[in-house]
Structures are given as structure tokens and as C-alpha cells.
């Protein structure tokens, strides 16, 4: 079997432990120990070992492509797990083979096949340093610029520069944003980042107000910038409040309470600059009713592409993300209640919120593209418990799906399906909308529907707000041209005249008003 790991994915900004590894990939400790003897770079060096996520992935990735390609010195390619590994030290054996050659053989440091292959007297060098306990990949290889037939050895390093000074810090914060949604973590960890790529790396324990004022000013020059290192309004300022806040956390602790008590105060930013900001793009949003002709355009004559407009109808229906949708299970989709159910328990939420989400009053044709869908999983078997929107692995390869005593199927891990669904609707548009897109759509559509100021609020409530505020700043913005369009409505519009009553009315109007005080 391969052990690629390619379904597999670490955050890239987060820290992991030795046992976390273990844990995520289903490996030994020995196992963890032979990617650092190939080339896994520890964080400090020190024991026990942290690694960052994104040199994790990076790592497995480039050993993915080693595979393909001739083995290094001292490496051997495992016909079991098709990877290039290094022997398990204790097994590795030198023996003659029939024509007078050496032959290297061992046991698989990944799993635990049996390996073999001709040595050359460079592989005999590598295997000598494999038994230090201390070797690495670096210094494995260090001084070896040719073997003896003069054949190069190339080393191929990880395209990014990771800096590692803090990550032991940084797990330990992790544990303390636990109460956080993981979401929300990530951004967290995000704007971290951000401050520690701003000071190259510099230990947190040596902080000076100077490096936070220098990375108030990056992040001031972001909020002004032109392309990549532009950054939004909204993204300064929650990177800002971010980092204060872990500055906040980072002071009391153990080793650096030393630090200047007023250090989060230099990251504030002034609020004179986000007025210089350039104005966002002007988001892309269809109303509703273009949104229902891009459903009723998609094809749907393979389960693919009736599983494709499901995923866009009910994102509609609730306004759900693409993570939301992806995770959904059949139950979730209440039929007789008209609701679909969010629960964070098992589905992946922005914030871990739960909610039951009544369906918008939009088109019926959303709500019968995913019936169809329903009864596509209810021919195959499926049902209850099992995944609203299945891998189509599953759909057409699995042969158990109607039998009574398999488990649930599990979800997809990843959005990227919806994506591709919002992009198939969009197939033959010059504009392509985001699965974002729809909270837009169902604001604007809200604004649209004369609706009293109780059922605006319960509207956004259902969009997930916790405030109708929230809907009208982020959703549904009127853009340059639409505001232009809007005022030409406005100076074209007559003025009614207003309403003149007879004698007669007056005198009725004055006996109600009259006869209400009487009742109070």
C-alpha cells in the first residue's frame, strides 16, 4: 500500500508534536525519527520535537516527487509502499550478490518491507552516518560532492523559508486558543505569522516596542498597497487586534514577563488609515432570480452534476459556506419542517454555531433540485446519518451501501467540491460567483421584500448573524455603479402630492382619535 499521506493535511501555520504526527498519520515514532533523518526539519532541534505543518506537508510532497526519480545515496525505493526511504538502521545488511556486486538489503523504515538494492561506495558512506542517532539529512550528505565514479549528489532543499525560533511558544498557545473555533484559530495564527515573517524571525522572548511599531507600520503600508501585499480594511484591522491579543497573552507568561507590560498598546492603529485604504472590488452576487437560471442551466445528467446543482441549491436554501454544505448528512435536510439542521456537533460551522436554518423563501426550484438528489442516495441505499453530498468514490465504487450493517458514510473533508459546482453553474458566464456569494444575493433580496423591522431581524438571524447590522455592513453593499443607477431612480421619481381630507374625514378622524383616549 502507498503511504503518499496525500489525503492527508496538516494547517500550515499550526505547530504539531511528535505524537501528533503519530496520531494524524497512523505512524510510529520510528517513523517520525526517519523523516528527520530525511530531511524533516524539527522547529529548534530540541527534544521533543515540533514541526511546523506546512514543512510537514512541504516534506512529504517533495519525498512524494523523490519517488518518481532516481534515489539518493543510501535511499531505496520499497516495493510495498512505493516511497524512498532509508533502511531501518538495525536491519540494514551488507551482502555479496552473484556477480561479485554488493547488495544492500533491510526492512522498510515506513512499512517494514523488505528492501534491496546494488550499493555503491557512496551508499556504504550514508549507511555508516545512519547509525548516528543524531544524523540528519543535512549533514548526512555533508561533504559529498561526488562519489567515487564522480557522480553528483544533489539535494533538493524545501522551496520556503520556515522560521522556527517561536513555534515552541506557539504550541503552547494553542492549547490556551482551544476555546476557539478552529476557524478562528487559523486566522489567529494567520495574523501571528504575519507579525513574526514581519521581524524575520526574531524571538519573541527579545521584543522590543520598536518590532511592534514595525509591524504596525507593515501593516499600515498593507492597507495602501497595490496587488499581493495589499490588504483589506477589514483584514488590518482583525490582523491588528489579533496580534494585540496574543501579545496580551504573551507577556504574562513564564520567560516573558520581562517584556515591556505596555507592548500590545504600539500595535493599535490609528483610524485615520483606513480612510487612505483603496476601496475594495466591488463584490460579484446575481439576484435571486439569476441565481435560479444558472441552477436551471446546469446539467444534470450524470450523479457528478446532479450531485453539483444539490450542492447549489441548498447553499442557497439555508445560506450555507461551502465548508457547512460539504458536511451536511441526510438528516439534516428536514423535509416536513422546511429546515435544514447545523449542527456544530458534526458539521463544520463558521465560529462552531448551531443553528436550525428555516428555508429562505426563494424559488421552489432550489428545493426540488435537492429532493432529486435525495432520492439519487435513497435509490443507492443511502440514508439518515450518512453524508448529504458523498465523494463519488463512494457513490459508484463502495458495494455495501444498501447493506443494513455497514457504518455511516462520512463526509467530505474537503469544500473543494462545491467550488467546482458554483464554477460549473457559471460555465458560460463572464462573471464567475463565489459559493460566498450567496449570503450577498439573499441580503439583497431581504432589501427587496417589504418586510417589518422584526422580520429583517429574524431574516439575518437565519443567515446566521447574530445582529441585522451584520447583514447590511458585509453583505449586499451597493457598489459604485448600482449607487449611480439608484440616485438616477431618485431624481427621476415624482413627487406625490400630499393628501388632502374633506370636512367630513376631518371631523371622523378627530371622533376616533377622541374616542381612543376615552378607551385608555
Not at 77 to 102: D, M, R, Y
Not at 424 to 440: F, G, I, N, Q, T
Request: hydrophobic content about 40%; glycine content about 6%; charged content about 30%.
Amino acid at each position: 500500500m502507498s503511504r503518499s499521506y496525500k489525503g492527508i493535511k496538516l494547517k500550515k501555520n499550526r505547530v504539531y508534536s511528535g505524537a501528533d504526527l503519530q496520531r494524524i498519520f497512523s505512524v510510529s515514532a520510528n517513523t517520525i525519527s526517519n523523516w528527520v533523518k530525511g530531511g524533516l526539519r524539527a522547529s529548534d532541534g530540541k527534544r521533543p520535537y515540533l514541526f511546523r505543518g506546512g514543512q510537514v506537508m512541504e516534506f512529504l510532497k517533495a519525498r512524494r516527487e523523490r519517488a518518481k526519480t532516481k534515489p539518493r545515496f543510501g535511499e531505496f525505493k520499497c516495493g510495498v509502499c512505493k516511497a524512498a526511504v532509508f533502511a531501518q538502521v538495525a536491519s540494514l545488511k551488507i551482502e555479496p550478490a552473484k556477480n561479485g556486486a554488493k547488495m544492500g538489503v533491510g526492512m522498510c523504515s515506513e512499512c517494514g518491507g523488505h528492501i534491496r538494492k546494488f550499493v555503491s561506495e557512496a551508499d556504504l558512506v550514508v549507511f555508516e552516518r545512519l547509525r548516528d542517532p543524531n544524523t540528519t539529512v543535512d549533514s548526512l550528505y555533508e561533504g559529498m560532492r561526488s562519489d567515487p565514479g564522480g557522480i553528483g549528489i544533489c539535494i533538493k532543499k524545501l522551496s520556503h523559508h520556515w522560521h522556527g525560533a517561536n513555534d515552541r511558544t506557539l504550541y503552547e498557545w494553542q492549547f490556551y486558543a482551544g476555546h476557539l473555533a478552529q476557524q478562528t484559530i487559523d486566522q489567529h495564527l494567520a495574523a501571528i505569522r504575519f507579525f513574526e515573517d514581519s521581524l524575520e524571525g526574531k524571538s519573541f522572548e527579545k521584543l522590543t516596542i520598536r518590532d511592534v511599531d514595525l509591524v504596525r507600520s507593515a501593516l499600515k503600508e498593507a492597507v495602501s498597497a497595490r496587488g499581493e501585499t495589499r490588504k483589506s480594511r477589514s483584514t488590518v484591522s482583525h490582523q491588528a487586534s489579533q496580534i494585540m491579543a496574543f501579545l496580551e497573552w504573551l507577556i504574562i507568561q513564564d520567560g516573558f514577563k520581562r517584556l515591556p507590560q505596555d507592548l500590545p498598546n504600539y500595535i493599535k492603529m490609528p483610524k485615520a488609515i483606513y480612510a487612505k485604504a483603496l476601496q475594495s472590488e466591488e463584490k460579484a452576487y446575481p439576484s435571486i432570480e439569476e441565481a435560479e437560471a444558472l441552477l436551471l442551466g446546469m446539467p444534470a445528467a450524470t450523479v457528478a452534476q446532479r450531485r453539483s446543482r444539490a450542492m447549489v441549491a441548498i447553499a442557497y436554501l439555508g445560506a450555507l459556506r461551502a465548508d457547512t454544505v460539504t458536511s451536511l448528512r441526510i438528516c439534516h435536510f428536514d423535509v416536513e419542517n422546511r429546515q435544514i439542521l447545523q449542527d456544530a456537533n458534526v458539521s463544520r460551522t463558521k465560529n462552531g454555531k448551531s443553528l436550525r436554518i428555516d428555508w429562505f423563501p426563494i424559488p421552489d426550484g432550489f428545493v426540488a433540485a435537492v429532493k432529486e438528489w435525495i432520492a439519487v442516495l435513497d435509490r443507492a441505499g443511502l440514508s439518515g446519518q450518512d453524508a448529504l453530498f458523498p465523494s463519488l468514490r463512494v457513490l459508484q465504487h463502495r458495494k455495501d451501501l444498501k447493506s443494513s450493517n455497514r457504518t455511516p458514510i462520512e463526509p467530505m473533508a474537503s469544500k473543494d467540491a462545491v467550488s467546482k459546482a458554483f464554477a460549473s453553474a457559471c460555465r458560460d458566464m463572464v462573471v464567475k460567483y463565489s459559493p460566498h456569494s450567496v449570503k450577498d444575493t439573499l441580503a439583497v433580496e431581504r432589501d427587496r421584500k417589504p418586510l417589518t423591522e422584526r422580520q429583517r431581524r429574524a431574516w439575518s438571524l437565519n443567515m446566521g448573524h447574530d445582529s441585522e447590522a451584520t447583514t447590511q455592513k458585509h453583505y449586499g453593499t451597493i457598489g459604485d455603479d448600482e449607487r449611480a443607477a439608484l440616485f438616477e431612480e431618485i431624481g427621476e421619481a415624482k413627487v406625490v402630492a400630499p393628501r388632502v381630507l374633506s370636512d367630513e374625514a376631518k371631523i371622523a378622524l378627530v371622533d376616533r382619535i377622541v374616542a381612543e383616549l376615552a378607551r385608555q
